[in-house]
């Protein structure tokens, strides 16, 4: 059986980012740069002014005292048309271009208008003050993003600001999610005897679009190899297939079989780990009409799904999409109280993550067991706890992951 890093390392083996394409700003929130990004201007473009107030020469009002007489004034996206010189000012607006000869903004709350005339009165001016230089922060022709950087929010903001209306990313995958149980019945309806609810579809549906992909929910195939084959067929036309369910040893768990008949070659079936050791990992190669297609078996506990999905699930989907590192990175956290550990396995509990002045701390939420969302849904994150039988106490230090 092999461990966790033992089988993220397979999974790692057998994927590849894809080829990089353009996509709209718009949409390449939590995408990975494929290429570095140059920028087309000098940021700021022009000396800027970023205060309202009143551009002066330093020398001027080294003092903090002047009174100069008011030449012209100017508003952001306008040029001024004098020059600043000894015994004149220009009153200028946040983000317009500094006037020849200025070299520094006294602002407004220090300044009274008298006729023609300004009065300041504020503290010592020196060359600089409340104005930037053109360049300051990037140049044109500048490298200003690295191929490969996560593209958040203010990585956005930066391409906007430099020109790029498209950008060229790694793609999401197509991710199908496939729930598999005779006992499932879809959430709208209220379950009859011996039923329960397709949770899974809903869960992996959002964890996958958290991780970047996108979702292609396939519905419930039943117990039966017949009805099982078409539906996997059907996930086979994505980039990746999550099946739920059906990869332990009870009678019914055919999916090792019948994804065996449909040519998808297994990479490995279980993993030394605690919920999620029936995991079956497998690649099935391009055909004419199909890609390359990664499926995953996870196991039908909500719970272990879901830990499963996190530690494997989400490394494979951000290696497709070029993120490196693509495996879960843990933070250390402070265990909140003392917990007895046993088992042959590592254990991942759903944990409530917090971050307090002296750094994370976790608890590891009381539970019953990986069908347990109503305790699961109290968890930011999970906790790992190493194999073996010893005591934790208050205080020791555990890996953790924020989901
Ligand atoms: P299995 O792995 O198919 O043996 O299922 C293990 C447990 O998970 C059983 O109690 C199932 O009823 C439950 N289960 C399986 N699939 C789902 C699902 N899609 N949503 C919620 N629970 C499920
Ligand atoms: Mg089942």
Redo the contacts with the bound molecule.
């Keep these: 059986m092999l461990s966790v890093s033992e089988a993220i390392a397979a999974i790692c083996e057998n994927i590849e980012a894809f080829a990089a394409t353009d996509v709209a700003l718009g949409d390449a929130q939590d995408l990975i740069l494929a290429e570095a990004a140059i920028s087309d201007v000098d940021s700021p473009p022009f000396d800027k002014a970023l205060m309202d107030g009143f551009a002066v020469l330093a020398d001027n009002v080294a003092d903090g005292r002047a009174t100069l007489d008011l030449i012209e004034e100017v508003t952001a996206g306008r040029v001024p048309t004098k020059r600043v010189e000894s015994g004149t000012t220009i009153q200028i607006m946040t983000g317009a271009p500094m006037p020849d000869g200025a070299d520094a903004v006294v602002k407004v709350e220090d300044s009274k208008i008298v006729g023609a005339s300004v009065e300041l009165n504020t503290s010592a001016v020196r060359p600089g003050d409340n104005c930037i230089s053109k360049g300051t922060s990037m140049r044109l022709d500048e490298a200003v993003l690295e191929c490969g950087t996560p593209l958040l929010p203010p990585q956005i903001a930066l391409l906007a600001e430099i020109g790029k209306a498209s950008v060229s990313v790694r793609r999401r995958p197509q991710i199908a999610v496939l ?3 005779d ?2 019945v879809p959430i709208g309806e209220t379950p009859g005897p011996g039923q ?6 809903a ?1 992996l549906v959002a964890q996958i679009q958290r991780a970047g992909g996108e979702a292609v929910a396939l519905g ?1 195939a039943r ?1 039966e190899p017949e009805h099982l084959r078409e539906c996997i067929e059907r996930g086979l036309g994505c980039d990746m297939l999550l099946l ?5 040893a ?1 009678k ?2 055919l999916v090792p079989s019948v994804l065996a008949e449909a040519n998808v070659g297994q990479i490995f079936h279980k993993v030394r780990v605690k919920p999620g050791k ?1 995991l079956w990992f497998g690649v099935r190669s391009e055909t004419d009409d199909s890609p390359r297609c990664h499926v995953f078996g996870l ?4 719970v ?2 879901m830990v499963c999905f996190e530690l494997f699930v989400r490394t494979a989907i951000r290696r497709l999409m070029g993120d490196d590192p693509c495996e879960p990175r843990p933070i250390k956290a402070r265990l909140d109280s003392p917990h007895q550990a046993k088992g042959d396995r590592p254990t991942y509990f759903p944990a409530r993550i917090e971050w307090t002045p002296s750094g994370p701390t976790v608890s590891l939420v009381k539970w019953h067991g ?2 347990d969302l109503r305790s699961t849904a109290q968890a930011n994150g999970m906790a790992l706890v190493p194999a073996g039988d010893h005591q934790l106490a208050a205080g020791d230090s555990l890996e953790v992951f924020e989901w």
């Design positions: 729930a598999t149980g006992e499932l329960i609810r397709n949770s899974n579809e869960m419930i117990d739920s369910g059906g990869v332990s009870g019914l768990d029936p196991p039908g506990n909500p272990s799904s990986s069908s």
